[in-house]
């Protein structure tokens, strides 16, 4: 399994960013592929999943209300939609993909993602 982010970037506060995983080496459709962001000095911190199947999706509490994680079945590819960025939003973003979680489960601790992609900055300014 590869994955392989980009979108990050330079946005000022306000501002929409949508970032980019595309998924290959395996098919998807029993997938939950992850965001997770991690900013310097600090955890690395879950954002928002989808399971590939059933498009059912789970946010943090911090993103809620102001990201989406839409999917495109034909690119393999799942998006990280995020408005109305805030400068704690800024950090280096990584998607996941975990093909162990039975059907009814959505996880959203790291460990539990198998497949890592190289995250890509997101620098949001005030």
């Known amino acids: 399994v590869q994955l392989q982010a980009s979108g990050g970037g330079l946005v000022q506060a306000g501002g929409s960013l949508r970032l980019s995983c595309a998924a290959s080496?395996?098919?998807?459709?029993?997938?939950?592929m992850g965001w997770f962001r991690q900013a310097p000095g600090k955890e690395r911190e879950f954002v928002a999943a989808?399971?590939?199947?059933?498009?059912?999706?789970v946010y943090a509490d911090s993103v809620k209300g102001r990201s989406t994680i839409p999917r495109d079945n034909a690119k393999n590819t799942v998006y990280l939609q995020m408005n109305s960025l805030k400068p704690e939003d800024t950090a280096v973003y990584y998607c996941a993909a975990d093909s162990t979680s039975i059907l009814s489960y959505t996880p959203i601790a790291s460990t539990e993602y198998q497949y890592w992609g190289q995250g890509t900055e997101v620098t949001v300014s005030s």
């Open positions: 989808i399971k590939w199947r059933s498009s059912t999706t």
């Open positions: 080496g395996r098919t998807f459709s029993r997938y939950v």
